[in-house]
């Protein structure tokens, strides 16, 4: 892979690997691990087979996702119909940026008047908990933007080829 391919493909490389950080944890949630959701991960289901499946689901979900983002800008991905395969990643794109964004911007962006009109909330919103959904939900506007951008970039050079 050269210089190149990587600088005009970069968008498609940051979705992969945004994909990938999502499907980790989700495998080792699926394991029955705790890691990285210390707290909550004593609510959270698991040690069942449908949390399992959950888990795992997800994880292979967003590792298609990776494999998708990818397909955007390998050569191997240009077998497919353009279309067929950006449109609907340009909605999927959407989609996770705007969960990501509108999660990210009650959660954390309104966090200071939640704390003014409600002290209550200070105490979670200062919970080392708050920062992994921080990351978590930046993750979905990362990966949205880079997956929109990738899929915008296919578009567009197969109308110039």
Same mark, same amino acid.
């Given at each position: 892979?050269?210089?190149? &391919? /990587? @600088? ?7 979705? +992969? ?6 499907? +980790?944890?989700?495998? $080792? ?14 609510? +959270?289901?698991?040690?069942? #087979? ?5 888990? $795992? ?11 998708? &983002? ?5 050569? #191997?991905?240009? @077998? ?35 704390? /003014? ?14 920062? #992994?959904?921080?990351? #978590?939900?930046?993750?979905?506007? /990362? $990966? ?7 899929? $915008?970039?296919?578009? @567009? ?5």
């Amino acid at each position: 892979m050269g210089a190149t &391919a /990587v @600088r005009h493909g970069w968008t498609g490389y940051a979705a +992969a690997a945004a994909a990938l950080a999502y499907a +980790a944890p989700h495998f $080792w949630w699926g394991a029955g691990i705790g890691a990285t959701f210390p707290g909550d991960f004593a609510g +959270a289901p698991h040690g069942t #087979w449908e949390a399992a499946v959950g888990y $795992w689901g997800m994880g292979g979900v967003a590792v298609l996702g990776a494999v998708v &983002a990818l397909a955007l800008v390998r050569p #191997w991905g240009r @077998r497919l119909p353009r279309r067929l395969l950006a449109v609907p990643v340009l909605a999927a794109s959407a989609g996770m940026t705007l969960w990501g964004f509108t999660y990210f911007a009650l959660q954390y962006l309104l966090a200071a008047e939640r704390v /003014v009109s409600a002290p209550a909330f200070a105490a979670q919103d200062a919970h080392p908990q708050a920062a #992994w959904g921080l990351f #978590w939900y930046a993750l979905f506007v /990362v $990966w949205g933007v880079t997956l929109g951008a990738a899929a $915008w970039k296919r578009l @567009r050079d197969g109308r110039r080829g």
